[in-house]
Nanobody, 127 residues
């Protein structure tokens, strides 16, 4: 069982930056692939970024590529999402996820189905 708790959301002006953190419980954190999803009002939840258990590979949605960076610190059981050059369309609730394999986090031939979800943190970008 893995419990995920996000933090770091808030209100920021367009062009600004935020760093989200996701603290995970459980001694097996380092064995999980981790990801971030987001859901804007009236829209479906969408994939944002993911990272393998080792941190050796990262994946991004086209909409955030070059602006967002996912990273992890297995010693601290924490995954991060550094968000730069934020846009109003980045406004959403951001969710941290964990899965036993990267294929369960990154959408591909099959929908992403992470094993665990956090409660979400609100990010609002004003224009």
């Amino acid at each position: 069982q893995v419990k995920l708790v996000e933090s770091g959301g808030g209100l920021v002006q367009a062009g600004g930056s935020l760093r989200l953190s996701c603290a995970a419980s459980g001694r097996t954190f380092s064995s999980y692939a981790m990801g971030w999803f987001r859901q804007a009002p009236g829209k479906e939840r969408e994939f944002v970024a993911a990272i393998t258990w080792s941190g050796g590979s990262t994946y991004y949605a086209d909409s955030v590529k070059g602006r967002f960076t996912i990273s992890r610190d297995n010693a601290k059981n924490t995954v991060y999402l550094q968000m730069n050059r934020l846009k109003p369309e980045d406004t959403a609730v951001y969710y941290c996820t964990a899965a036993s394999g990267i294929a369960a986090v990154v959408p591909g031939p099959f929908p992403a189905r992470p094993d665990y979800w956090g409660q979400g943190t609100q990010v609002t970008v004003s224009s």
